[in-house]
C-alpha cells in the first residue's frame, strides 16, 4: 500500500514537471510553432510519437504517458519492461519524445521540478531516436534559456544519466565530431550523451 502510494505520489510529481517544461517550450516556439503542438494531438498519435524515441525491443512493452484534454499528463500506455516514454520534452516543431528508465525517470523528475541534485542512485539510461534540442551559448551548452542562448538541434542519440566529469573522464564538454560528449558538464546534472541512432540497436 505504502509502495502504491509512493509510485502515485513521484508519477503527479514528475508530470508536474513535465508539464512546466513543455509549456516553457511552448514560449519558446513563438512564431515558428508547429500547426499541431503535442498535448493536442490525440492519445494514439501521442503514443505513437512516444514510442518512436526507443529501439522497437524497448518500445513495444514501454508504458507511455499522454497529456489528456485537461492538459495534465495521465497513463495512456502501460508498460511492462521498467521503461516509459514522453511524446516530447520541449514541445518544439521537431519531434523530441524520450523513452527512458526507472532511473532516468527519477532523474528528471527532479530536473523538471528544480531539485539541487538527482535523486536516482544509479545511472540512467534514455533514448531520443527522433533527436532534440538544447540551448547553447558562445559555444557552450546551457541548462536553460538565458540572454544570447539559441536552440540547437540535437541528432538522434541515447543517453547515460550520471554524474559524469568532462576532466575526470577526459570527454569532451560539448558536441563535437566523435559523438560522445559531457553535458552540463560541471554540475550534479551532467550526464554522458551519445549521438548514435538507438533505432540501429538489436
Not at 42 to 52: F, G, T, V
Not at 131 to 155: C, L, Y
Amino acid at each position: 500500500m505504502m509502495k502504491s502510494i509512493i509510485r502515485t505520489g513521484f508519477v503527479v510529481v514528475f508530470c508536474l514537471g513535465l508539464m512546466s517544461f513543455v509549456m516553457a517550450g511552448e514560449n519558446v516556439q513563438g512564431k515558428g510553432k508547429a500547426a499541431k503542438d503535442v498535448p493536442s494531438m490525440s492519445q494514439e498519435e501521442q503514443i505513437k510519437l512516444a514510442l518512436s524515441a526507443a529501439p522497437p525491443h524497448i518500445a513495444k512493452d514501454a508504458a507511455v504517458l499522454v497529456f489528456g484534454a485537461d492538459g495534465k499528463l495521465k497513463e495512456g500506455k502501460p508498460g511492462t519492461n521498467g521503461f516509459t516514454c514522453i511524446p516530447t520534452v520541449m514541445n518544439l516543431p521537431d519531434p523530441d519524445p524520450m523513452c527512458m528508465d526507472a532511473a532516468v525517470k527519477q532523474w528528471w523528475g527532479d530536473l523538471m521540478n528544480s531539485a539541487p541534485k538527482p535523486s536516482n542512485i544509479v545511472p540512467g539510461i534514455a533514448y531520443m531516436a527522433r533527436g532534440g534540442s538544447h540551448w547553447e551559448k558562445d559555444g557552450r551548452v546551457v541548462m536553460k534559456e538565458e540572454p544570447g542562448a539559441k536552440i540547437v538541434k540535437e541528432p538522434p542519440h541515447w543517453m547515460i544519466m550520471w554524474p559524469f566529469d568532462a576532466k575526470a573522464t577526459m570527454l569532451p564538454a560539448a558536441p563535437n565530431p566523435s559523438g560522445a560528449y559531457v553535458m552540463f558538464d560541471g554540475t550534479p546534472y551532467a550526464h554522458v550523451m551519445v549521438y548514435q541512432d538507438p533505432r540501429k540497436m538489436k
